[in-house]
């Protein structure tokens, strides 16, 4: 059992079927598999979407071309257009003209660029595809007949396919950027579905966890008029394969999908990059979507789109920047003890007011994911429906998260969580979802826009959005989230509204909608304070400890949307190791780790403009109490640091990663080589760290586990406490 909870933990389970998996979203999606991919993606993003109350698609009979309207009106059933979706295809047929060199672009020119602000979930993919085949198509037709122009010849059928044909190999019609593997894969599948009646389009789809060469072999043989990447793969091949370097530089549309995100995660000089590639404004046509318009973004907008570009502005002024519709609750824990419980009494509280629950819950680090999963997992039982479990994160291979994301999208039991990190926060569209759960702080407020934006997507369901904060997290609601509709609850407001729930469904009183649950409710919900304090004894303390580290990395840099110093962040985090984690004494940290991360910069944040804090602070109130105007929240009694407890502890034996202070040959006990990335775990006579690789047990030297995937840990170790294994340590990243 213990082994087992180990390796769930860490994402070691198997992948189901995997080959039918990558048979589905393989490299290239050709005329002959497009119905299996497509069907692969039952939901489109065009359809989870805001109310489409505008033009109708079929007044776009005859602006575009007959196989294109076919597939938007016949077989994916597009009646009216969202506000997005009007205002992009208004702008045809004249924006999918083919560039003409000879033509002087003045003020009155029509426009060739576009930004577009829209709301995710608003059918963004279907407004910028249309355009882009439609372009894709005319080029192709201008330089068939200019083939026959240099030939001199009026009609010759064969030369002008064969010179459209040529084309369209030498050159890509579309490039489209999404910030994530499953994003691309959604849009990839949505152009299939446009491109249904298009015999001689094709689509490309590069991202990374798909073998180089398969994705090589399968662009060799078709056209490019239609590609989908990801910045990290296709930068790889632009370095790498010739071939693709001279197609890309062809581009005749470039489109970044979701901008504002691929900001967020850092993606600005791969989009530069690529972007140098390109040929320049107005011969290359750009369009730019985001649901922000922030000062990052409009700097990017200038040195990519033409000053000739308009600017399209769906979201209204007076609008919530989330969709208003949907409720959303803030909880500010008492202690990190009751983090466990209250997330249990969320997943209870959808499950007894939905007949078929369906949640996606984040959390803000991959470590963090890992080990939720396998609490959720081991306390399914106590929930009223026993859910089927889904976990995506960066550490799982490509495969397993493109399967269970497909299978968590096709799900019809009456429970379903999706656990994950921020791979699934943008674009990717999870029909039905109830609930969203957020644990701890996401990076950003846009970021906690996009993450509610997983639910209340269909018009039937308003879905909910709940945010579990420790109490020193506080400052994120009274500083980042001002203009969001969230509204406090408690723990113990939540807890009296669960067990009116089950006495009233255990007394008969509710009836309906029963179906998979498992009576009587109240005990059952009455042991949620005590139920995880059961199975964190079976957990190694490796587990624990990498997850704080991981905590430590995440919240340090982000003590500026805190309005907390990283001393609080630091106790913070320690207490939660012994509170949720059920660590007996917080793990040590060594002083130069915490000065690689910041910690003795003196700043307290940007709101100092470069001073040093005086670190002053009312000793009668919590450290985590933040600056400023704070709203009013309703929150319990706060319980924090015990008996003076200091931000520094050296009792636990546990070497801290990147310490300088190596030990020299001279000074007796082990020696160590410091890992830059990892902490060590203790046992054993020496280590030397591996970047990549997962240690396998054994021995007195460790050496990287072969077959193991990059996951942690190696399959046959166990996790026990008592078996005098150290259970192995990972050198990825956190």
Request: proline share 5%.
């Amino acid at each position: 059992m213990t082994a087992m909870l180990f390796a769930r933990a860490f994402g070691t389970t198997s992948t189901l079927k995997a080959s039918k998996v990558a048979a589905q979203f393989a490299v290239r999606f050709s005329r002959s598999n497009s119905t299996t991919a497509s069907s692969s993606s039952s939901q489109s993003s065009s359809h989870d979407v805001e109310p489409a109350t505008g033009r109708s698609f079929s007044s776009l009979k005859g602006v575009i071309s007959n196989e294109t309207y076919n597939a938007l009106v016949g077989d994916m059933k597009l009646q009216n257009m969202t506000s997005v979706q009007e205002e992009v295809l208004s702008l045809l047929p004249e924006i999918a003209e083919p560039y003409d060199p000879n033509t002087v672009v003045t003020e009155s020119s029509p426009p060739r660029d576009l930004l577009v602000r829209a709301k995710t979930g608003t059918g963004k993919t279907v407004a910028f595809l249309i355009p882009a085949i439609e372009a894709r198509l005319k080029a192709a037709e201008k330089a068939g007949k200019q083939a026959l122009l240099d030939a001199g010849l009026m009609n010759d059928r064969n030369l002008e396919r064969r010179a459209r044909e040529k084309f369209q190999k030498d050159t890509v019609g579309a490039l489209i950027i999404s910030p994530t593997r499953e994003l691309a894969t959604q849009t990839a599948n949505e152009a299939i579905k446009v491109l249904r009646y298009h015999k001689d389009l094709n689509v490309s789809l590069f991202t990374g966890g798909i073998n180089k060469r398969l994705q090589m072999r399968t662009w060799m043989k078709s056209s490019r008029d239609i590609v989908v990447a990801t910045t990290g793969r296709l930068r790889d091949l632009l370095n790498s394969e010739p071939d693709v370097l001279k197609s890309i530089r062809g581009t005749q549309t470039f489109i970044l999908d979701e901008a504002d995100t691929m900001l967020d995660m850092g993606f600005r000089d791969d989009i530069h990059a690529i972007q140098q590639e390109l040929a320049p404004s107005p011969q290359r046509q750009t369009f730019l979507f985001s649901a922000t318009v922030s000062p990052v973004i409009k700097q990017v907008s200038k040195s990519v789109l033409s000053p000739n570009m308009k600017y399209i502005d769906c979201v209204k002024s007076d609008d919530s920047p989330v969709h208003a519709h949907v409720p959303q609750y803030h909880t500010v824990l008492p202690n990190a003890a009751a983090q466990i419980p209250h997330i249990l009494r969320l997943i209870a509280h959808d499950q007894l007011t939905n007949p078929k629950s369906r949640i996606v819950l984040f959390l803000p680090t991959t470590r963090m994911t890992q080990l939720f999963s396998t609490i959720v997992r081991e306390l399914s039982q106590a929930l009223p429906r026993r859910p089927q479990i889904y976990e995506i994160h960066s550490k799982r291979t490509m495969d397993s998260r493109v399967s269970a994301s497909d299978r968590f999208r096709k799900d019809k039991s009456p429970a379903s969580i999706l656990i994950t990190s921020d791979v699934s926060a943008r674009g990717v569209d999870y029909p039905g979802v109830t609930r969203v759960i957020q644990v701890g702080i996401p990076s950003s407020s846009d970021q906690y826009i996009h993450r509610v934006g997983r639910t209340g997507r269909q018009g039937s369901i308003s879905g909910r959005g709940d945010l579990v904060l420790l109490p020193w997290e506080i400052g994120f609601l009274t500083w980042q989230l001002t203009d969001v509709p969230i509204k406090p609850l408690t723990t113990g407001e939540l807890q009296t509204q669960l067990e009116e729930l089950s006495t009233k469904i255990d007394s008969g009183e509710i009836t309906t909608d029963l179906h998979g649950m498992r009576t009587p409710l109240v005990p059952r919900i009455s042991e949620y304070d005590n139920a995880h304090l059961e199975i964190l004894p079976r957990f190694e303390e490796d587990a624990i400890k990498e997850t704080f580290m991981s905590m430590l990395g995440y919240y340090f840099a982000r003590s500026s949307d805190l309005r907390v110093t990283k001393n609080v962040i630091l106790a913070g985090c320690k207490d939660w190791s012994t509170g949720a984690g059920g660590l007996e004494v917080p793990p040590y940290v060594s002083e130069a780790f915490l000065n690689k991360l910041g910690f003795g910069d003196g700043k307290y944040s940007t709101k100092n403009y470069g001073m040093q804090s005086n670190n002053r602070r009312d000793f009668r109130k919590p450290i985590w109490e933040a600056r400023g105007s704070i709203r009013q929240a309703r929150t319990e009694k706060q319980e924090w640091i015990k008996g003076g407890q200091s931000g520094f502890s050296s009792r636990d034996q546990v070497w801290s990663p990147g310490d300088d202070r190596r030990r020299s040959q001279g000074s007796g006990g082990d020696h160590r080589t410091p890992s830059r990335s990892q902490p060590w775990s203790s046992g054993g006579d020496r280590r030397t760290p591996s970047r990549s690789q997962p240690w396998s047990s054994g021995g007195d030297r460790r050496t990287p586990s072969r077959g193991s995937d990059r996951e942690y840990p190696a399959r046959n170790q166990s996790w026990s406490r008592n078996n005098g294994s150290d259970g192995g340590r990972s050198a990825a990243s956190y």
